[in-house]
């Protein structure tokens, strides 16, 4: 999930103590010189932590999913996703996502480094 600025994923790179709630789960479950692989499980109300990401990504959604996303630049937008959606996001991304939905969400994280 691209790169955090810190290990409690509370900053980026030149802005200090960002509110972040609980953390979101997540398990590295392949990492080589084409791709790394993420396994994410957020119970209502987890934060990814704020992060950048360094490459094009893909999020492959295990179950339904409401997130709420904060972008450094201060844009926050709500995204609601079905089981087995698969979405390609940008590379350069900085942001928090926290989870909105009532149930736990499951997804992948898939990033392309080449």
Known sequence: MGEYYNDSRTALENI?????????????????????ITY??????DHTGWHKHEYHYGALYLTSAKLFHTRIDGTQFLSEHQAQEFKIHPIGT????????????????IEFKT
């Open 40 to 45: 994410f499980e957020f119970e209502p109300g």
């Open 94 to 109: 900085e942001h928090n996502v926290r989870s909105e939905s009532e149930h736990v969400i499951k997804m992948l994280e």
């Open 16 to 36: 200090k103590d960002l509110p972040v709630g609980r953390l979101a789960s997540r398990q590295v479950i392949l990492d080589n010189e084409k791709s790394r």
